[in-house]
């Protein structure tokens, strides 16, 4: 990883250069300490934010979404496998991290090596922790309230239908963890629908509390709440609420009523992908442009080649459709064939190659906004920042500097 503190001062330059590319994600961290400070106003006092930095914190980086959340006091993480724990382990990150997903025995060695939290949902897996667990620490297996140091926490499925325990369930895994020694960080559930189904979602919130609630008293920690939840106030006054899409600024369907909260509450996507051409040239008449000679070019059609593709998470279903923005909203449309690694894009005017283009643009109405995008992909915002491919050069604005990552 190479890193490189700098001033505001030339910056989109140096950006480009460190970037040692003409494109990059930019991503402003400012905007994601205000997003998590908004998500928070939403909950009750105690409640805490728990981080989903799965899936490379949604495209966005997630060791330095991260280590900034950990600046700004988030202590709880959330990713979805051992491998992503150990990157935040190994980038320094020695806050709490779970791992989501049913755990798998086989996971054990390295959730204790790494001290990640895995998410339970059997018996077979509960089985073989609690004897790692006793194996470990053999001399302490025979004390009175013995408990392996390392939680876990016991996922319920209540409607979900993918991971966890049944509801009825609850009570004998919570004797076995009390017979075996096994700390209980937290039960959880996880909605189905908390952004369209509000009679689905009281159900799940009822089911989870009817079994759960008792096991608060005793200092286990409680969460349900996703951005949906948090958003729409289903849990938001448990232990926890785990937010993903929503500190990104992104919201979780592309709906007027989505961005109208998103715009009352003052949410604002955090990144906008950057570039700038590598060659602009007028056309003749009937030129082809890309692979299948596509489009056929008109008479000084001014085209520009910019260097981002399918393999960099631009969809190849936007070929003749994207529309890139230049830097005061000009819209240039993408004609010819998305290929892996470059895309062509007709400018109004004779644009110097120089210039900047957005290929995302950071709000919600741009037709390269990622809601838009999301909306003519037929798909949801998730898809389209997780695409985004780790050979991309992430930059990082915070409090007047930047700061570049390269994975
Ligand atoms: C268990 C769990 N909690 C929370 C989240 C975060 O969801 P969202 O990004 O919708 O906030 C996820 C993401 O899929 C999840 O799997």
């Not at 997903?101 to 959730?111: H, K, M, R, V, Y």
């Not at 952004?195 to 159900?203: I, N, V």
């Not at 000679?293 to 631009?314: L, P, Q, W």
Request: negative net charge; contains cysteine.
């Amino acid at each position: 990883m190479d890193q490189l503190k700098k001033g505001f001062g030339r910056v989109e330059e140096n950006e480009y250069q460190i970037a040692r590319r003409r494109t990059y994600l930019k991503i402003d961290l400012d905007i994601l300490s205000r997003n998590v400070s908004i998500l928070n106003s939403l909950c009750s006092s105690n409640t805490e934010i728990l981080a989903v930095v799965k899936g490379n914190a949604y495209g966005h980086g997630s060791v330095e979404i991260a280590k900034h959340l950990v600046d700004i006091g988030v202590k709880h993480f959330a990713v979805a496998s051992p491998g992503e724990g150990i990157d935040l382990r190994k980038a320094g990150i020695d806050s709490y991290i779970q791992i989501f997903g049913n755990a798998c025995e086989e996971e054990i060695p390295d959730l204790i090596e790494y001290d990640l939290v895995p998410t339970v949902g059997s018996v077979e897996f509960l089985r073989e922790w609690a004897l790692y667990s006793q194996n470990l620490c053999p001399e302490y297996l025979f004390e009175e309230n013995y408990e392996f140091h390392r939680p876990v926490v016991i996922k319920v499925d209540t409607g979900m239908s993918r991971n966890g325990f049944q509801p009825e369930q609850l009570d004998d895994v919570v004797s076995y963890c009390d017979e075996n020694g096994v700390r209980i960080h937290s039960i959880m559930t996880h909605f189905a629908a908390a952004w369209d189904d509000q009679a689905f979602t009281t159900l799940q919130l009822e089911s989870f509390l009817n079994v759960a609630a008792k096991y608060r008293s005793r200092g286990i920690k409680l969460h349900a709440a996703n951005s949906a939840g948090t958003l729409l106030g289903y849990g938001n006054d448990l232990d926890f609420v785990r937010p993903g899409i929503a500190m990104y600024g992104l919201p979780p369907d592309t709906t007027a009523f989505a961005i109208d909260m998103y715009n009352r509450l003052g949410l604002r996507p955090i990144l906008s992908w950057m570039a700038k051409p590598n060659l602009v040239k007028t056309m003749s008449e009937g030129r082809t442009v890309g692979y299948d000679n596509t489009h056929r070019c008109e008479e000084g059609e001014i085209i520009a080649t910019i260097s981002v593709g399918y393999a960099d998470g631009y969809n190849r279903l936007l070929s003749g459709k994207g529309i890139i923005t230049t830097e005061n909203g000009a819209e240039c449309p993408v004609i010819g064939r998305v290929s892996m690694d470059a895309i062509s894009v007709r400018l109004p005017y004779h644009e110097d190659k120089c210039s900047n283009f957005y290929i995302f643009k950071n709000d919600f109405t741009s037709p390269n906004s990622v809601v838009e995008l999301a909306k003519q992909l037929h798909t949801i915002t998730y898809d389209v920042v997780t695409s985004l491919a780790a050979r991309l050069a992430r930059v990082y604005a915070v409090k007047g500097s930047i700061y570049l990552t390269r994975t």
